[in-house]
Nanobody, 115 residues
Framework: QVQLVESGGGLVQPGGSLRLSCAAS????????MGWYRQAPGKQRELVAG???????NYADSVRGRFTISGDNAKNTVWLQMNSLKPEDTAVYYC?????????WGQGTQVTVSS
């Protein structure tokens, strides 16, 4: 059973930075895409950033220019570098890795941006 383990969340002041990591506990083959999503209280889960097998990336308008997604298919790991954090970035962040015949989600890591 493959599990995605996230780390790097926490409390940070506005303008600060965090780096989220997500690693698969087992071997994954034929990755199609990896991504980060977030869900704030009372809101729907939304895509923050995604990266495909050919390294194409996409970002939510609200984070473009501040967040950077990167991934290593060989290591089954995806990262999210978050800079210039704002209070509205506060949410539970989830990683996702999907491929041929599978779609794995992490358990979520809390990010709180507050002074």
């Amino acid at each position: 059973q493959v599990q995605l383990v996230e780390s790097g969340g926490g409390l940070v002041q506005p303008g600060g930075s965090l780096r989220l990591s997500c690693a698969a506990s087992g071997s994954i083959f034929s990755i199609v895409a990896m991504g980060w999503y977030r869900q704030a209280p009372g809101k729907q889960r939304e895509l923050v950033a995604g990266i495909t097998r050919d390294r194409s990336t996409n970002y939510a308008d609200s984070v473009r220019g501040r967040f950077t997604i990167s991934g290593d298919n060989a290591k089954n790991t995806v990262w999210l570098q978050m800079n210039s954090l704002k209070p509205e970035d506060t949410a539970v962040y989830y990683c996702r890795i999907r491929g041929l015949g599978y779609d794995y989600w992490g358990q979520g890591t809390q990010v709180t941006v507050s002074s």
